[in-house]
């Protein structure tokens, strides 16, 4: 049976709230009433910030939604490290309680298009009222904030559309939890630029299809358009409404009239299919980006494939049978087997170290190339792999490990591979930086 403790835990906080307030937590005095502590979730986002003047002076930033701030509970905190020492260059932390500051980052981007690179933070407040995205200068000066129109539960997922030949970046917001009249709505794709209101491009067709789950800029047409992949996943929805639906995949080229490529699962029903996406490239060489869709459904085995964004059509396909959220998360690597295709690391993180996996794929194939085992990392870590992030100036991998600490009684961490060697370089946790 599939575990979604993190997930579960960043739909439902009060849930989670009263069940960790309810858990024993030895030696950490009166902390029952706040929940999780700070660094429980540490890495349960990751993105690594390139600076294109600067190349060998990687970031890396990492957030914990549920870090507390004082006794305020689940306001979320945001470290951006050093990608070359140990060293914590500067946190920033939400306000409220139930903020959750850091379900979702992107980076590096340029919205406010001054040419030099912030941090979004995306964050959902407590129920009820809307999620927010905000921009960070890399010194982490608030640069831009925006209120989304956000439906209860959920955080937006957030893809970057790289604004070509000198204009600013633009964001695609994805707000699979939209309320249309206070009725549910099917979800749907917006795009941001500082100063502007959102602008819906895409929604779903159903009530509960939670259309924008996941969101990804595949690449530009001929025409310069912008190709997206919007994923809907119905069964996410914990109320049970929506449990007999399967997910899909919308591929879509912005601005133009072209009726969207409609992506279902090739196998079982397809539960969870769409919960997951990642920018392939152009894997099958026609010219067109293709897509790497996730279905972390351990019921029906977990699988990702691989898709054609010309036709849709089935390029490749990984199945797991390890019941342990494989597919969850996903990043793009290097061209590791020198096939002239970038290869990709997916996550399986399961619910306990010893079932956690990364495994490495081609991206051309979808053949194994590696795997990464979480029982071999370092100390006490749960759900290894419940995020990705990779340093192409580096050639880092790094994998985020976290589950409420109150639960498991570990903390969240972030390990560092080197993908020449697969050598463990440095293991993270919030513990152990020093930084204020
Ligand atoms: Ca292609
Ligand atoms: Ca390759």
Redesign the pocket.
Known sequence: MRTKLCMMCSLMPIFCLCVLAGTARRGTGDLEATGPVSGDLFGRSIVVLHDDDHPSQWKVAVSDPFCPLERTPLVGRVWILSGSDDSCLMTVSGSAAGEQLGTSLLGPCDLDGDGKPELVVGSRVPEGTPSTIRGFSYNGEKLYEATLPSGPGRGPSLSLCPGEKGEADRLLVGLPRTLDGGQEAPGALYIYTPGQDLTMVAHGSDAGDQLGIATSFLGRTADSLSMVAIGSCPREDLSGKYADRAGYVLIEVLGSERTPIRLTANAGVGYWFGYSLLALGDVNADGVPDVLVGQPNDSEGSRVAAFSGSDGKQLWVAVSELGSSFGESMTMLS?????????VAVGSPGSLNQDSTVTIF???TGAQ?HQLVGANAPGRASHFGISLAFSQASGRLLVGACSPRGWRGMPGKVFEFDVATWALLRDRSAERLDCK
Request: proline share 0%; hydrophobic share 30%; charged share 45%.
């Open positions: 061209d590791l087997d020198e096939d002239g295709v970038a290869d081609s991206g051309r190339l």
